[in-house]
């Protein structure tokens, strides 16, 4: 069967053309490195549904082969540090929680530990216990999404659907604690806002039963089905020495086999106090990754029931907290796991009621400058299956 | 730790202990990079995580140049400062020892023109191509603090 020389696919037998006797066609396909190709610039985004957010890559393909891919960032820098110099620390606190609008809460924690230890302020009980439990539900609610729009980026409608079913619940319940649905400002420097309302430890018992039972559906939609492990496995592999050189945190590191997680490292709030995994992949690709994911969920609704056994009675914030906040003099890198990562502020006071400066350290950011090491030598259909899983908020890299 | 990077290197000015615990390492911006390769290389250091790079207007002194990095076998942070003038101000770039050096260095030029000697693609990263100015150096000023000052005076107290 010989094809006519220099056409990519030459059809070698008129009768088994479609339709004809015997039906089938039967092509010869050029062998790699016989034609001479062009590399082609194609450009992804900014507004790509896989990119949540406005987030622009530029690719260099070779055919379908991805030779280079440099993320394009900055469509939603909105100068966070620049207008946290000008704002006193509480109003600081409405600020930080807009960055990464998915885990808000945990937004607030890094900033307020900081300033709380800068000024030695003793934190009350209650308040250290509650902030550990929202935390936790904050980075469920997180995770959920996350899981919900991985499957619908690789063609799964049903998970985010269910994702948003429980989402909508525990939207709810914070909504009851803190007066927000996504923007929670609950914290406040030396404390909280307000306490729990009445009923709150209950229903949040109740969500922690449920969420845990539905969980199995993603089990069965997501992680047990042939296509997307198909679509996952063994794609955008990502060793730990390469994810560490990057500042990788979060589910993308701890995918890449390496356990690195601050509430177990350097534990904060009550996290010494509680029993939990790391859950650690072995091969670093995209469905380890997804799979830290899932699994990050149920420690996290482990850490909730083991804080409703453990929450004391007491005030939520000191008597004594002067009006106007004025650390002193100094600085402090203050960092707390948030849902995609280490979510860090380097806070320089020169006494004021300002911060000097306020360095924001966001997990989106370092895990964005990590996408270029895992695309180079993907295919094109891979790359959706690549960049949704880097776990990544838009406003959180631009911030 | 601090005084094994002091011995092995001789670069490091002096060492800053906060009382929270955190160290930082102060060197000149010539050693900048002996130090942070040390940190890097050195087997006993390890410091194999590039966390972020970033730096402080500190008025007249100029400008300080902070990188955080972070052991992950260790589980020990150290912070290396350096003060650049204010005008033409440089360091050598840290790519060459973390990739992920890259996209903080691209940052800290803009916001500040601080230069990174030596660094591949040192374009704008966050802002856009017509922007002019550094916002993060002091002498910036909001666009809302232009036309208004603060009414500070009307602060509890």
Redesign the interface.
Known sequence: MAGREGAGVAVTDPTMLPGAPGEGIAIDVAEPGRFATEEMILNIGPQHPSTHGVLRMVLTLDGELIRDAEPV??YM?R?F???AE?RDYRQIIALVNRHDWLSAFGNELGLVLGVE??M?VEVPERAQWIRTMLAEWNRVLNHLMFMGSYGLELGAMTPIFLAFREREEIQGLLEAATGGRMHFTYNRIGGLKEDLPRGFMKESARLVKVVRHRLADYEGLLLGNEIFKKRTVGIGKLPG??A????CTGPILQAAG?A?DSRK??PYLKYSDVSFEVPVGENGDSFDRFWVLYRRIQESLKIIEQVHDKLPSGPIIPGKMP??IKPPE????SRAENSLG?T?Y?I?SRGG?EP??V?M?TPS??NV??IP?LLRGVLVPDLISVLGSVFFVVGDV?? | MIDHVKEATGAVEREEVTPQGQIALHVTPANWHVVAEHLRRCPRCNFGMFNWLSAVDMEDQGFEVIVHLYSASSLQAVNIKTMVPRDGGSVRTLTDLWRGASFHERECWEMFDIGFDGHPHLVKLLLAEPFVGHPLRKEFLLMTREAKEWPGAKEPE
């Open positions: 960032i900055g820098h100068g540090e620049k207008m000008v230890a800068l030695e020495s390469v560490l050189e990057y500042g390496i690195e490292t350097e009006k106007n100094g600085w402090i890198y280490e860090g380097y320089v009621k000097w400066r360095k350290r950011f370092s400058s990590m090491y631009d911030r």
